[in-house]
């Protein structure tokens, strides 16, 4: 079946970095875009973007275009999403999800950012 | 980029009551709209696409309807497991923006 999975949670400080990883299975990684998508502590969903699997290229929407990168590893199936020079406001649950339609969801990755 | 409105943002309901959620869009979308339900906790899940077309799996309970920029998700004779948040999601351009949400309480 298929199924995405997340990398787990991390607690880092401000100003660092870190890769989330989103590993697929049960289908042909590169028929399908990945996008993600972030939500805050008890706010709603918010769109960052997407990857198509194809040719590697990112769409960042405009929150998302100074310190975070879609990347991919294909041969590993795997989707990765880095977030540099971390903020407090960075603090959120991350997800990826498959295809435009977003038919099927990783679990989450928690990300905590505190000094 | 597109705007999409939901409302309401909570909504109080018995167990087998129907609700409808709204969702305006601030242009059209052409019927590329999708609803996915979250539980607390969990991932979201697709329910409808394309406005109108429901996910594989998800019950016919649940309905999609519209056209152009206002639409709507109409779930009818409310399950205990049908309790949690809902958004829409313009799907037909980049930025692809969510609605702010539903969250769908048991009265």
């Known amino acids: 079946q298929i199924q995405l999975v997340q990398s787990g949670p991390e607690l880092k400080k401000p100003g660092e970095s870190l890769k989330i990883s989103c590993k697929a299975s049960g289908y042909t990684f590169t028929d399908y875009a990945m996008q993600w998508v972030k939500q805050a502590p008890g706010k709603g969903l918010q769109y960052m973007g997407w990857i198509n699997t194809q040719t590697g290229k990112p769409t960042y929407a405009d929150d998302f275009k100074e310190r975070f990168v879609f990347s991919l590893e294909t041969s590993a199936s795997t989707a990765y999403l880095q977030i540099n020079n971390l903020k407090n406001e960075d603090t959120a649950t991350y997800f990826c999800a498959r295809s435009l339609r977003m038919d099927a969801w990783g679990q989450g990755a928690s990300v905590t950012v505190s000094s | 980029d597109i705007q999409m409105t939901q409302s309401p943002a909570s909504l109080s309901a018995s167990l087998g009551e129907t609700v409808t959620i709204e969702c305006l869009a601030s242009e059209d979308i052409y019927d590329i709209l999708a609803w996915y339900q979250q539980k607390p906790g969990k991932s979201p899940q697709l329910l409808i696409y394309?406005?109108?077309s429901l996910h594989t799996g998800v019950p016919s309970r649940f309905s999609g309807s519209g056209s152009g920029t206002q639409y709507s998700l109409k779930i009818n004779s409310l399950q205990p497991e049908d309790f949690a948040s809902y958004y829409c999601?313009?799907?037909?351009?980049?930025?692809?923006?969510f609605g702010a949400g539903t969250k769908l309480e048991l009265k």
């Open positions: 999601q313009n799907g037909l351009s980049a930025p692809r923006t």
């Open positions: 394309d406005a109108s």
